[in-house]
């Protein structure tokens, strides 16, 4: 009995460190930050002749040289595609863990010599490739598109195979959660931005367009916020005063940051940094955190200790000084359902537990998440906020929040939390749907197909869409659609209940991803995939010209056969008195009856005898007449050679003709 209840106390003991430690986590659904920021990135960067008139200063270099200095010294994995008319170099992935990493990256870059057209479709399709044969599978990929133009190779059959590897590309991305960000160098405003544009939302990423090559860097600080989730601080916007130094405080927060980047743009002359503890850093260390730029001074402190630092600036005074703090946080929140429903009931509470996460850990020291805040926010269908509630302080684990439906509907859920005063926050994404009182659709197909052959001129294009039976429904007989993602541009199509229109095909081919929806917003998605054909003018023409063709083989024939010979001679009799007669009167073709001057027989009057180049014609009516040969009654009657035949409009062979052919052929027929 000792030793049983010894195990028991150990086994209490144990259970009771795990609660209170927070890595007991109750939650069976958890919605979180995704896991650390780290990527896989490809650089994709246009070297055609025009670069050197949108970008003759080559900023694009300073701005790639800012991004990789930002990136955290370790985790991700950088390569690099330069084109023109064709892929220049194409640098598979590797990883980044250090600044001579990151120099002989962009040093590469720089070294390309600029010349030729622009194919975009070729560039991207070489970064897909390396990021499929290179990227580290555990992590999400991105490509950085820096381009000044469309798609521009001087052929229009180059310019089309060019464009079809972009919609392949564009695809590919979309289907792998691949992003693409794009940015057009448009500073002598002629270059037409739709394509860059659409190739950024089509696979939610983002475009930007500059018109000052020396705004490159914003663009690129701002892309490197948006990707790595960072925010930017700034410490200092001023001139340097007569004493030619400015010093500046800042404070690095305790929880939930892996490096910081203080960024000095102006012209310095070298700088200081001070630790929390009062010391220096050394020249050396200084050197090896420093980062400089044609523009820029970086410096990396990495496994930063929290306090406040002091950094001093030394320059020519009155220079225009701008000093940055970026962190690359490890921040990450995870929350969830605290017992979760397929359905939830209407007026009853549904708890959440949220918890801060640092390296991909849960932070079981719930006291370091002192000065953060979290917040439960509630959105409906339509992405409107329904209920909000923050919570200050947390419990031993995690924070807690309480929402109480009060309609039936669905409902979405996030949480995050923030250092209001160090500018440092994360959020989940959406946590699984609340359905309260309702269940949501379901989806019949993963994938609907369409092919679309675009005519020109007045040929109606069915480029319609029916979803009607895409998706069904517990309760609604009829769903609701929307888009949620598309290859088009939004006013490329239309949607009108359940029937999708490409109105303009500005790619060739590509998908849409569908929401259907019931009455209280609860969805599922499916795919809609496009191609199509362009059938164009040229293709018309064709068309038209083998018509034209097929006649003239119509034609022809006709004419060939209306003209063969007579093998041989025939006689025509009236089978009324006075019993005229006639001999054949032509040596070819049709030979007709009014012609042979044999008097009324009663017959049509525009009834022929047809050669056929044999040894048989063949006498033809447009109405049915007798022959007493066969029996019957036809319109075309087969005249064999040395037999006399009746023919006549009547049964009784009181009126009509006997007629008789003589082949001079030898054969049997």
């Known amino acids: 009995m000792g030793m049983k209840r010894k195990l028991q106390k150990c086994m209490l003991v144990i259970l009771a460190v795990l609660l209170i430690g927070g890595l007991v986590f109750p939650l069976t659904a958890v919605a979180e930050t995704r896991q650390m920021n780290r990527y896989n990135v490809v650089f994709v960067t246009d070297a055609s002749g ?41 640098r598979p992935l590797k990883e980044i863990t250090n600044k001579g990493d990151k120099k002989a990256m962009t040093d590469d870059l720089k070294s390309q010599a600029v010349n030729g057209w622009t194919n975009i479709g070729s560039g991207l399709q070489a970064a897909l490739r390396l990021l499929e044969s290179d990227g580290n599978p555990d992590l999400p990929s991105i490509i950085i598109l820096l381009t000044d133009g469309n798609t521009e190779l001087g052929q229009d059959d180059l310019n089309k195979k060019s464009l079809e590897q972009k919609e392949d590309a564009m695809e590919t991305a979309r289907q792998k959660g691949i992003k ?6 448009n500073k002598n405003n002629t270059a037409n931005s739709n394509e860059l544009k659409q190739i ?42 007569a004493s030619g130094v400015i010093s500046r405080d800042f404070s690095v927060v305790e929880l939930g940051v892996e490096e910081v980047n203080i960024v000095i743009f102006g012209d310095v002359k070298d700088c200081q940094l001070t630790k929390p503890d009062k010391s220096v850093v050394s020249p050396n260390d200084m050197q090896d955190m420093l980062y400089n730029g044609a523009s820029f001074t970086l410096l990396k402190i990495t496994n930063p200790v929290n306090g406040t630092w002091n950094l001093t600036v030394n320059a020519e005074p009155g220079t225009l000084i701008k000093i940055f703090k970026i962190y690359n946080a490890n921040l990450q929140v995870a929350a969830g359902i605290d017992e979760p429903k397929d359905n939830y009931p209407k007026d009853e509470p549904i708890g959440f537990t949220a918890q801060i996460k640092e390296n991909d850990v849960v932070v079981s020291d719930t006291a370091r998440y002192q000065g953060y805040q979290a917040t439960l926010a509630i959105t409906d269908y339509e992405g409107k906020e329904v209920f909000t509630q923050t919570c200050d302080s947390a419990q031993a684990d995690g924070y807690h929040f309480e929402f109480t439906p009060k ?11 923030k250092n209001e005063q160090e500018n440092l926050q994360a959020e989940t994404a959406d946590i699984d749907p609340m359905n309260v009182g309702n269940t949501p659709p379901t989806a019949v197909v993963d994938v609907m197909e369409k092919h679309v052959n675009i005519w020109p001129f007045l040929i109606e294009t069915d480029a319609s869409i029916d979803m009607s039976g895409a998706a069904t429904d517990k309760e609604d007989p009829v769903l609701n659609y929307r888009v949620q993602s598309s290859s088009w541009l939004e006013e490329d199509y239309t949607l009108d209940g359940a029937t999708l229109t490409i109105d303009n095909f500005s790619v060739s081919k590509g998908s849409f991803t569908i929401e259907a929806y019931d009455s209280f917003g609860a969805y599922c998605t499916f795919d809609v995939r496009v191609t199509s054909t362009n059938i164009g003018l040229v293709a018309m023409i064709l068309i038209l010209a083998g018509g034209l063709l097929a006649v003239a083989i119509i034609v022809f024939l ?17 089978l009324a008195p006075p019993y005229q007669r006639a001999v054949q009167q032509k040596n070819r073709g049709q030979l ?57 409009p009547t049964e009784d062979y009181q009126t009509g003709i006997r007629v008789r052919f003589e082949s001079l052929l030898n054969n049997p027929f």
């Open 50 to 90: 025009s670069m050197t008139e949108t970008d003759p200063e080559k900023n694009r270099f300073e701005a790639i040289d800012l991004f990789a200095a930002m990136l955290a010294n370790g985790g991700n994995y950088v390569g690099n595609v330069v084109f023109a008319d064709d892929i220049v170099i194409q």
């Open 180 to 185: 693409i960000y794009t940015i057009s160098l």
């Open 200 to 241: 950024a939302k089509a696979t939610g990423g983002e475009f930007r367009e500059v018109t000052e090559s020396s705004d490159l860097q914003s663009v690129f600080d701002l892309y490197y916020q948006m990707i790595y989730s960072t925010q930017s601080t700034q410490l200092v916007d001023e001139q340097v005063p």
């Open 407 to 417: 309609d039936y509907g669905a409902y979405y859920a996030r949480v995050s939390v």
């Open 558 to 574: 006709f004419w060939w056969y209306k003209n063969k010979k007579f093998m041989g001679q025939f006689e025509v009799e009236n």
């Open 592 to 648: 007709k009856l009014r012609m042979m001057q044999i008097g009324p027989t009663g017959l049509d009057k525009d009834a022929y005898v047809q050669a056929t180049g044999k040894n048989f014609v063949y006498f033809v009516s447009k109405k049915p007449v007798y022959n007493d040969y066969t029996g019957t009654k036809s319109k075309k009657i087969k005249i064999e050679s040395s037999i006399d035949i009746k023919i006549s």
